[in-house]
């Protein structure tokens, strides 16, 4: 038996298959501050900004077998240009949380639009509000709650971790303050995995101003009754980084692009391996994104695939799709 154990050993540590990225078809309109999310078989992308104008209007694309995309299409826009939110999906709904409007006003409103067997999404309806506004926050979802994370509430970001049990029709009911970061943070990224909630670097202050760039991984258990644990620190990143999005699959972390050290955008996608206990493994370099850029906070997989839209550097705003495989070909 000892043999087949160490195959069994190696076999579970071993990497996954390597990220091999092609072009998709190009979003109609560039922007980045956008939500992009799976809902159904649709590829949806909602709002975002062009630095000219904030956006209202959504797309969707449909998935195909092999990964691919049809043509964009349009769907029932938001019922306001808006920017900077974030975005959840449950079984019966999409929830949008927070952002900023075309007066750069940032908001504490909340979208919610229920969502059909087909994957369609009904009209947008504005719901409970957050406690507060936000701004370059995140959301996810878990076990029947919505946990939104950090953000700007004015101009600097704040610690306070806002959640909210979903009701029948998907929308968020009473927000309640829950056990708050450790120091303050924004533009930051956050996913679920084996019942705990992780936030991925991220800034501490006034993005235009006095702030710290951070590369730490936090981690809080996710209680019986909805609540959080204690937040401790989990792992690092090689250099800073914001603007940036993760996501986990087959229990890797990927940490996609972004702002690096305060000083550049980048394209690189680099993995961890999410250990017994929620404490990340050492990050490695995987295939790189076709081109630098930030401000894509939502990659989302479907499957044996990933999907990264839009975005900018130093501004450029970006209509590129890029569809990412884990079969290691195209």
């Avoid at 952002?99 to 409103?109: D, E, L, V, W």
């Avoid at 709650?145 to 700007?152: E, S």
């Avoid at 991220?202 to 209680?223: F, T, V």
């Amino acid at each position: 038996m000892r043999p087949l154990l160490l195959s069994l050993a190696v076999t579970m540590l071993s990497p996954p298959p390597t990220l091999v990225w092609r072009d998709g078809p190009t979003l109609p309109a560039p922007r980045d501050h956008h939500a992009t999310f799976i809902a159904g078989p649709f590829l949806y992308v909602a709002g975002g900004n062009t630095y000219a104008n904030l956006l209202s209007d959504v797309w969707r694309a449909h998935i195909l077998d092999d990964g691919t995309l049809g043509d964009w299409e349009p769907a029932l826009p938001l019922p306001a240009p808006r920017g900077g939110h974030s975005v959840v999906v449950t079984d019966r709904s999409v929830v949008i949380t927070g952002g900023q409007f075309s007066n750069r006003a940032n908001t504490a409103t909340t979208l919610v639009a229920a969502l059909d067997s087909a994957g369609r999404l009904g009209p947008w309806t504005e719901t409970v509000p957050l406690p507060g506004p936000r701004f370059h926050h995140a959301s996810v979802t878990s076990n029947g709650w919505i946990y939104v994370t950090g953000g700007l509430e004015a101009r600097t970001s704040v610690a306070q971790v806002a959640g909210a049990k979903l009701g029948p029709d998907g929308a968020p009911q009473a927000w309640v303050e829950l056990t708050p970061l450790p120091t303050p943070r924004s533009h930051h990224a956050s996913f679920v995995y084996d019942g705990a909630l992780f936030v991925v670097a991220g800034l501490n202050g006034n993005p235009a101003g006095e702030h710290e760039q951070l590369r730490d991984i936090l981690r809080a258990p996710i209680q019986a009754d909805g609540t959080l644990g204690a937040w401790t620190s989990v792992g690092r990143l090689d250099s800073a980084y914001a603007t940036h999005a993760a996501f986990v699959k087959d229990g890797w972390v990927y940490v996609v692009g972004g702002v690096e050290n305060n000083a550049r955008f980048v394209a690189t996608v680099q993995r961890a391996p999410i250990r017994a206990g929620g404490t990340i493994g050492f990050f490695e370099p995987t295939t790189s994104l076709p081109a630098g850029r930030g401000h894509v906070h939502q990659t989302p997989v479907r499957g044996d695939y990933v999907y990264s839209v839009a975005g900018s550097a130093s501004r450029r705003v970006s209509s590129a799709v890029h569809i990412g495989s884990f079969k290691g070909r195209i």
